[in-house]
């Protein structure tokens, strides 16, 4: 398991992940090229969950399986956002 | 060896365990057995009397035969029978509805029902009978007959099972009840966008029977959490998934693939019920609104097709080896074909959508998926039939229903063919083709059960039911089926749903009406049948099938309160009863005859077995097993119900004036004080579930039986947050992506609430280090204080709400709005669940908890960062982008 000083470096670069999200739209990139700030912004996010879900939930000293059970129900979702989302294009 | 190359270990069973159901010997006159071996149990073998089936010591238990045992049970065995003999009475319920219904089709247009009532037939038929009866059913079965098979005493949750129970028989009564509030729902099973919304249907009831099904679907979850934590992680010793009996492994796809199909469903019904009740606009916005509830509802709906259907699959491949004598052909390729179809079943969905603007290329895609789906199918097809010609088969009453199953299932699957073919369905949606086709499928899957209902019935009630009589049944139930589904087939033109029809086709209408009535008069035979053999039935035996080959079948028939008289195990090839010490004294990996292990094995009760099951009752009688009851399930069904008929007032966001409304807001309020004081009431409760050591936990071993359940659950609610986000995306994407805004202006407060739900997350880490040293005053400080920054999370939620309430935005505005409130609300409900389980924890921290055993905040924690998780991708989804 993770140590105290690790689980609040974790804290810090989460907190700053969150304040870099926001500093993109603020500095107008959202305007400029947004696709790109868009990539940006879900890329942090997806970076969060993966250090919360791997350090804070432990999933990382976890057996594999757990991930699977979690990665299963992530991949139906995003099946039925994508294909769903595409049907109307 | 058996023709796939399985060993097939002979019985230890003497002569009379050789002779057949009906008393005649063997039919193949062989030793060799189905699906490795033969279940017998010796006649020493022991009742364990201390928690017998007819006692008042089974840990506050009533006696079995008195109605209160039946309120307050948790065992797995009372709840399956409980199960059935309710999913029975739906049987009846929707029964008499599609009578009405053919009694109108006797004649074209209007005749004995209303317009309106027979729509309400048509839709509450189609509701009762894929929600209320048919899984229910299943479930009855598969909650009494798979821990016997397993080997485990009861589920992983007994109260949660006792629980998912009441909560189906509440949301049962509330469909019920619906009727009597103007009318009930009327916009068609599959409840359609925006027929589903009060512009179309109204009635107090519509909202009653969809809050009805909201409350099944929760029912299905806390179940799907419980059967999978079970199934995963109480195999006995041995007992590998490789060997896991066939109608268990049917059960353990199926309920896979309800955790995430009713998951989607769930989010559907929450939307819909916002949409009924708060005024939230997601199905009427006119870009896509109803193309939106038909992808939620497929997403489903299809993936619930194979969860009616694999355990009636599984009670044919049990009954096709046991009347037989013949293990599976294939045996290993089935299940792969399972698993496959398993998989395959969540990327058909759209085959239900040709009619629909979806694009050509997502629908030629799911042409070709759906034309996929149905090749695993041909392969077990094959399977059970090629498994019929290498053995002798005893054509008595089970056998019979699934044989005749089949039969129908294999014209129900070909005529769905023609249905995958986009061309082809352009013809034939919306017309009787359909509704033929799924009946062959549907109602072919009722017909094995209704096998699996004569199979087990000997085992759930110690009688034998009357041969003759179940035959006689058989014939009129596969005549009256074939007269009343195959002339629609041939009536084809008929349009679906609606009672008018071209008069050519009057004669095959009343041919199928004849046919339900036939249909319909079997079912008496059966309830005769069964109800009288059960006070005059002969004595059963523990196993009337020879060749049978689960472990149900090792012991007395009814089984005793736990089960088995020791701890079962696999190890040696064989099924046996162990004393605690012995667990590790079996074979490492070869059968006793130096055979390899088999998949569940030959099933037999060992000496030791016998000598050892007194020592396994003096521990019951002493109190120091398992708790079998427990009257706070009971209570939170009655809660449940109460709570949702008040809600069902709650129409566009307020009560109604006067008495209606001062009843129904009564109702709600004392509903949810029911509920939470039931609640309350079971956290307190001393309750001792099954412990562990286990024996077969892959794949999660090393991880306890609760943990696994958090982590299940959270896999579930990962589809529900998913559906509800895709949902969003959907809606954007068809208003226009870059041209959508924000509904708040400024993504500040959402930043603020990032920072909260981060920091209170490692608040959460920091009570459980203190925990893990000791720390009463850090774990205190640190629940403190993630309890300090929810109430922050929230309060700085309102705050931003009501500024945007001032701005007359409103979950009613526009979708944008409806998306943003009802979304962030949602996410909001999960922080004060969690709130309200950390406040709880907190007063129990006061008194010292947690210092010996940090899991608690563990597993609190796991839902608490899966909460700040889903947090990190709606901020930036509706705040920033």
Redesign the interface.
Known sequence: MAS?KL??AI?VV??AF??L??A???LGF?GEA?WVA?GA??V??FL??LV??GY???LRY??R??SY??L???L??????V??????? | MTTDGQPMNDSTGDDEAKTTDDGSRRTDGRHTKADGGHATTDSEFATPSGAGTDTEDGHGLPPLGSVRRYLVTTNHKDVGVLYIVTALFFLIFGGVLALLMRLQLWTAGQGLLSAGAYNQAVSIHGLIMVFWFLSPFAFGFANYIVPLQIGAKDLAFPRLNALSYWLYAASGLLLGVSFFQGASFAGGWTMYAPLDLPMYTPEVGSTTAILALLLFVVSITVSSVNFLTTMHRMRAEGLTLRRLPLFTWTILLTVWMMLFAFAALLAALMILSSDRLLGTTYFSFTEGGSLLWAHLFWFFGHPEVYIVFFPALGVMAETFQTFTGRRLVGRKWFIASMVLVALQSFGVWMHHMFLTSINLQVKTLFMATTIGISLPFDLMVFSLIYTMIKGRIRFVTPFLFTFGALVLFIVGGITGVFLGAVVLDYEFRGTYWVVAHFHYVMVGGVTALIGGLYYWYPKITGKMYDEFLGKVHFAAYFVGFNLLYFPMFLAWETPRRVFDYPPGLTPWHQLATIGAFVLGASFLLMFYNLTASLFTGEEAGDNPWAYSTTAEWTVPSPPPLENFPGIPSYRSGSIDFLAEDERSAIGSGTAADGGELTDGGVATVSDQATDHAPGHERITDEGEGEDHASIWPLAIGVGAFVLLLGASGFQGASFPDGFAGTFYAGLTGIGALLTGGSLFGLTRERFTGPSGPFGESWPFDGIENVKTGVWIFLASDVVLFGAFIGSYVFIRVAQGWVGWEPVPHDPLPGLVNTYLLLTSSFSVVLAMVAAEKGSKRGVVASLGLTIALGIGFLLNKGIEWQELFHEGLLLSTNVRTSTFFLTTGLHALHVIAGLVIAIYMLTRATRGAYLEDERPIEYFGLYWHFVDIVWLFLFPLFYIL
Do not use: C, N
């Open positions: 105290t689980y609040a804290y989460l907190f969150a304040t999200q926001v993109v739209e603020e959202l947004y868009f912004i879900i942090l996010s969060k969950a919360v879900a804070y939930q432990h976890e057996p399986s757990l059970l979690i299963t129900g992530l139906a979702a995003l099946a039925l956002t294909a769903a989302s595409y049907s109307i294009t």
